[in-house]
T-cell receptor, first 113, second 113 residues
């Protein structure tokens, strides 16, 4: 089985722009979570989705949004980018929301100039 | 509010030595305590995890020690190898944050040959 995949690998944007990051979970893993990892820190929870519904949200502004598709893949959108949004964005998958063990993808490195 | 405190920030050990990383948490409702290993440019990979009903879990060279009364848990890496050089994160989950991982700040481990 392929692991969690994310695209693109790297992305460079300028302040004020919008970005969309994509995640494909492991086959059979229906719950997808997004985390932001700023350089030198641990990942911080942004969203959890299951069956296309938001099942949890971290302390992030409304500029951050996400959605999940019928095939359980997911997109994270960030509007009005700020310099502080520069980070590694990680997608994690698991069979269902109540399952604690999560499998992370390689991440998308976003740089905001 | 920092729910998970990890120490030390960095650690240098010689090949064959023991590496010890500590974590302290606040919320007694947490019931899942994993350790993740992250190499540069990669997503975190689950190393080992423990539930609060046991005080120790060993997998190969990696051992988690759990002290429920002190609200602390630690990772021990026996016979440390240069290939173990990475950043290690403790995390917690459970209670009202079911399914969401809250990470520590990370420990950069360097194992000298």
């Amino acid at each position: 089985d392929a692991g969690v995949t994310q695209s693109p690998t790297h992305l460079i944007k300028t302040r004020g722009q919008q970005v969309t990051l994509r995640c494909s979970p492991i086959s059979g893993h229906k719950s997808v979570s997004w985390y932001q990892q700023v350089l030198g820190q641990g990942p911080q929870f942004i969203f959890q989705y299951y069956e296309k519904e938001e099942r949890g949200r971290g302390n992030f502004p409304d500029r951050f949004s996400a959605r999940q598709f019928p095939n359980y893949s997911s997109e994270l959108n960030v509007n009005a980018l700020l310099l502080g949004d520069s980070a590694l964005y990680l997608c994690a998958a698991k069979p269902q929301p109540t399952y604690n063990e999560q499998f992370f993808g390689p991440g998308t490195r976003l740089t905001v100039l | 509010q920092q729910q998970v405190k990890q120490s030390p920030q960095s650690l240098i050990v010689q090949k064959g030595g023991i590496s010890i990383i500590n974590c302290a948490y606040e919320n007694t409702a947490f019931d899942y305590f994993p350790w993740y290993q992250q190499f540069p440019g990669k997503g975190p990979a689950l190393l080992i995890a423990i539930r609060p009903d046991v005080s120790e879990k060993k997998e190969g060279r990696f051992t988690i020690s759990f002290n429920k009364s002190a609200k602390q848990f630690s990772l021990h890496i026996m016979d440390s190898q240069p290939g173990d050089s990475a950043t290690y994160f403790c995390a917690v989950a459970g209670g009202t944050s079911y399914g969401k991982l809250t990470f520590g700040q990370g420990t950069i481990l360097t194992v000298h040959p």
